[in-house]
């Protein structure tokens, strides 16, 4: 049974920072690829970044320059830095992987950003 945990996330000000990481469990095959999904309230799950195997990451626009995806390392960890946050970064995010082409889900963990 693949289990994806997710670390706590929190309350920020506009401006801080926030480092999220996500531990895969349960599966003895690579994964191919971890990443970050977002959503907001009224809002669909979109795509924050994913990174592949070979390290190769991918952004969307809205968070390049300010969000950071590492990890895929031996451990099947993967972390997400996220710098300069704003108001609409606040939502729910949550983990992902892909796994012989099968995605499983982190429970999700919040992110708000407010003063």
């Known amino acids: 049974q693949v289990q994806l945990v997710e670390s706590a996330g929190g309350l920020v000000q506009p401006g801080g920072s926030l480092r999220l990481s996500c531990a895969a469990s349960?599966?003895?095959?690579?994964?191919?690829?971890m990443g970050w999904f977002r959503q907001a309230p009224g809002n669909q799950r979109e795509l924050v970044a994913v990174v592949t195997s070979d390290g190769t990451p991918t952004y969307s626009d809205f968070v390049k320059g300010r969000f950071t995806i590492s990890g895929m390392n031996a451990g099947h960890t993967m972390h997400l830095q996220m710098n300069s946050l704003k108001a609409e970064d606040t939502a729910v995010y949550y983990c992902?992987?892909?796994?012989?082409?099968?995605?499983?889900w982190g429970k999700g963990t919040l992110v708000t950003v407010s003063s």
């Open positions: 992902y992987a892909e796994i012989l082409g099968v995605d499983y």
């Open positions: 349960g599966s003895s095959f690579s994964i191919s690829a």
